[in-house]
């Protein structure tokens, strides 16, 4: 069984690049789909409504969603596998940017949305960084200037990242993603699969629950208006 | 200005890995029917409409140019570049790519200056010199009635600003030598003139049209039906007298447009076109 893991922005397209992924596949490749989500989703049932395939969610409430999917994805690879499944999609919230649940044995894909602002890939660090595959969409509603730059800046937080432009609606030019996907190994163990990259500090005093400003009253990770600027560093 | 383009061309033309021609061989319609046409190949300065009625197949058509569809699309069709199946960086990266599609939903959503946003899209290709900006505004200047300042915003733009500069930046910075318009006859552009000028820097245009005047200009028409392409008209000045009186038609218009905008009654009992 393959795992295809996709993260990005909420709105940039994953679900259209999910369902372009099934419709590909559909008739050659068994396909069952995870999503990860916080409060409501709806993927799923669309997802199984339209291709009949095994689709479920998880909803992380209270959880980094994240968090919950690195919970959860053993179990998950386990229904899947069980169900003699090829392809197996797992699609995240896509909440903070600094997140990345992308794993090792699986492919890793960033969806971008072009109409996000130029500057935006600069804007998350590594679930772009870590990712395998940046699939940029609705390019068709955008200059080809704004393109062009979008890509250049993609390219300058993942120098080596794969990037494919789409109208995913359409499916346009999806050919080199369904081709990684061909290309992509099955999962040789479960038992070894590592998060990729260090998740975010996970838990502080604001995390638990205590709302008073000012950092006299937190502890942990604590940061002063002056003097503190390498006290995150992220992958 | 012409002596500058003259020499851009020569460059091109020089430059290896040049684009003598592009080929689409035929798919086949919604129903499966397979395409009536050998090929169509498109060389640069060649203009074609695709013309039909809604849902006919008429963007799917571009968009199988823009992707280089090579028989993995729903239409079956497959694009050549100068006969064979062009390289994958063609195909991926947008500075490489020798097409630029601009369609009624294309539209620039930075707020930024033109100049600034022009020189952005300079830098992003690594060309050296700014001075291809302004040439690429003066350009945008002719295709529409409204003058682009340098230091206007490009989100306070009209729609037909927006396309010239589109056009022109296509033209001019990006140097593709096969443009994609997407029904952009309604964002109110000298069509004459855009036809004209691609012609003289020998850019290949298709046009995916409902107009009459822009069908007319094309050298070819490809008709759509079904999804599939019906059949392809060769005009050959057959069309004259009814393009001349077109053309007539749309520049009587266009006067019209100007006097009703400048706040005029239009008050002649009659008008010759």
Known sequence: MKLVIIAGPPSAGKTAVTRQIIRHFLGTKKCAFLKIDVVRAF????????????????????????????MVLKDAISWADGLGTDIFIVESAGLCLRCSPYVTQSLGIVVLSAVSGMNSPLKMGPMISLADVAVITKTDLVSQSEKEVFREKTKEVSPAIDIIETNAIQGT?????????????????????LLRGIPPLGVCTICVGKREIGWQNHFGVVRKLDGADDIFRGD | MQTYFQLRLDLVIMSPGIISEITILPGHDKHGNPEPFDQIVIRPGDTLSI???????????????????????????????????????????PSKKPIALITQNTKCLADMSVDAFLAMHVRARKMSGLAIVSETIDLANQFTGE??????????????????????????????????????????????????????????VIFVTHDPLVS??????????????????????????????????????????????????LTEKGFTV
Do not use: W
């Open chain 1, 43 to 70: 993927e799923d049932e669309e997802l199984r409504d339209e291709f009949h395939i095994p689709a479920r969610k998880i909803y992380s409430g209270d959880l980094c969603p994240d968090h919950t999917g690195v």
């Open chain 1, 173 to 193: 030019g999806l050919r080199f993603l369904m081709r990684a996907i061909d290309q992509q190994a099955e999962i040789s163990d479960p038992a070894t699969i």
């Open chain 2, 51 to 93: 013309v039909g009625p809604t849902g006919s197949g008429k963007t799917a058509f571009i968009n199988d140019i823009e992707v280089f569809a090579c028989n993995d699309t729903a239409t079956g069709r497959t694009v050549l570049v100068n006969g064979e199946i062009p390289a994958e960086e063609f195909v991926r990266d």
């Open chain 2, 147 to 204: 003058q682009i300042q340098p230091g206007c915003r490009i989100t306070a733009l009209s729609g037909g600003q927006t396309r010239s500069l589109m056009v022109a930046d296509a033209v001019l910075i990006s140097n593709a030598p096969l443009i994609l318009l997407d029904e952009v006859e309604n964002a109110g552009i000298f069509r004459e003139r855009v036809i004209e000028v691609l012609k003289e820097h020998q850019k290949s």
């Open chain 2, 216 to 265: 007319l200009l094309s050298d070819r028409r490809v008709v759509m039906r079904h999804g599939g392409v019906e059949k392809i008209l060769k005009p050959d000045g057959r069309e004259i007298h009814i393009r001349e009186m077109v053309a007539r038609m749309d520049l009587t218009l266009c006067r019209f447009r100007e006097r009703i905008r400048a706040g005029e009654l």
